[in-house]
């Protein structure tokens, strides 16, 4: 939890962003497991957690309650609304001792993603809404990412490079914080050394 609250503080110090009011991420989806057997909430309720930003969501009250978080029974979806003041949204799927942790990366000014087909597979990824900034206006709708299914090893390098672009960042402002570990274990993890502080694709990471 402490390391995604200075994750979260790191993106709102970092982002170089005129003060706006809090825009909403919303995060739609299907629920598998491991073999592609849908999760229902029974199930979920019984065997899984998820956080939000590091806090609990409780999905098992209050099915019906639409500001910030829906069960639909009838298309089987779950629904988050979060609201953020350009920081990123991190979701954790804990079931047992695994964890499957995604980074759904946003402009910070709003997004929605939609993803038919989240399988649970313990890891670390992240996913990236295009931005509503362009050319330094505001677009007027919520950019949509539509996702069949996350590319778990796309997913994968996605995340390494924006914890990598967050340690770069750090190192120009000559600033460190509990990210700036969480790179260096993730580095050390997949062996790349140190110095080498290149953005890896997919294959890299095998």
Known sequence: ????????????C???LNAQPSSSVNINFK???SKAEPIGINTFCN???????GY???????????????????TRRFNLNVSTAYADVNIDFIYRTDIMSITFINSGYGATFDIDT???IPGKYAVSCASRIVNNHTLPNIPLLKIKRIDYGVAKAA?????????IKLNDLNQEYSSTQLFRNLQKSYHIKPNDLNHKTPEDLN
């Open 159 to 167: 995340y390494y490079n924006y914890l990598l672009d967050i340690f």
């Open 1 to 12: 939890m402490k390391n995604t609250f200075f994750l979260m503080l790191l993106c709102c």
């Open 118 to 120: 989240l399988i649970f």
């Open 47 to 53: 065997e899984f957690r998820l956080l939000k930003n």
């Open 56 to 74: 609990p969501v409780n999905f098992c009250n209050n099915l019906y309650d639409p500001k910030d978080k829906h069960y639909d029974l009838a």
């Open 14 to 16: 970092v982002c170089k």
């Open 31 to 33: 629920l598998f497991n």
